[in-house]
Nanobody
Framework: QVQVLESGGGLVQPGGSLRLSCEAS????????MAWYRQIRGESREMVAA???????NYADFAKGRFTISTDNAKNTAYLQMDRLRPEDTSVYYC??????WGHGTQVTVSS
């Protein structure tokens, strides 16, 4: 079994910052990719950013220049630093490991 645990969500004012964490644990041979997605209620889940253990990254257009994904391979943990947050970033953010395993999500609310 594989567990994926997100943390770090919360309420922040527009222009503020949050740092999300995603820790993977359990029975998997290796991590090939970790990614953050988000899903606004009633809409499809969309990719935010992804990273490989080698440090190769990919960002959605809305995330470029504001969000930074990073990883601590020794801890099987990925981070998403989100800066200059906007109200439209309000969503549940999910972590995915190897395009296979999902966490339960963490709520991010951007509001004054």
């Amino acid at each position: 079994q594989v567990q994926v645990l997100e943390s770090g969500g919360g309420l922040v004012q527009p222009g503020g910052s949050l740092r999300l964490s995603c820790e993977a644990s359990g029975d998997f041979s290796s991590i090939e990719i970790m990614a953050w997605y988000r899903q606004i209620r009633g809409e499809s889940r969309e990719m935010v950013a992804a990273i490989t253990p080698a440090g190769d990254t990919n960002y959605a257009d809305f995330a470029k220049g504001r969000f930074t994904i990073s990883t601590d391979n020794a801890k099987n943990t990925a981070y998403l630093q989100m800066d200059r947050l906007r109200p439209e970033d309000t969503s549940v953010y999910y972590c995915n490991v190897n395009f296979n395993y999902w966490g339960h999500g963490t709520q991010v609310t951007v509001s004054s």
